[in-house]
Nanobody
Framework: QVQFVESGGGLVQAGGSLRLSCRAP???????????IGWYRQGPAKQRELVAS???????DYADSVKGRFTISRDNSRKTVYLQMNSLKPEDTAAYYC????????WGQGTQVTVPS
């Protein structure tokens, strides 16, 4: 099971930007590159949702709520996936996680993003 390490969250005013990073553990070598990786988030009293994903061919997909504001990318040499978040809104407040798509049950600790209203 792969457990990613997320970082980059914080407190940002509405309209601001953050860049999240998600690094796979060193034990992952040949298994990382072919994987489709997604960024998920779970807001207060909400279900966890998939907000962006990127395939091994770098095809991307976004939830309607973040389309045009968030950009997912990956660096296979560093086994890292990024989420550039622009024009942040209070409704983006959540803990953000990365995982495979479809996800496995081995979630990391996540990184908190807070956008005050």
């Amino acid at each position: 099971q792969v457990q990613f390490v997320e970082s980059g969250g914080g407190l940002v005013q509405a309209g601001g930007s953050l860049r999240l990073s998600c690094r796979a553990p060193r034990s992952i070598t040949s298994t990382f590159n072919p994987l489709t990786i997604g960024w998920y988030r779970q807001g207060p009293a909400k279900q966890r949702e998939l907000v962006a994903s990127i395939s091994s061919a770098r095809n991307t997909d976004y939830a309607d709520s973040v389309k045009g504001r968030f950009t997912i990318s990956r660096d296979n040499s560093r086994k890292t996936v990024y989420l550039q978040m622009n024009s942040l809104k209070p409704e983006d407040t959540a803990a953000y996680y990365c995982n495979t798509v479809p996800h496995n049950d081995n979630w990391g600790q996540g990184t908190q993003v807070t956008v005050p209203s």
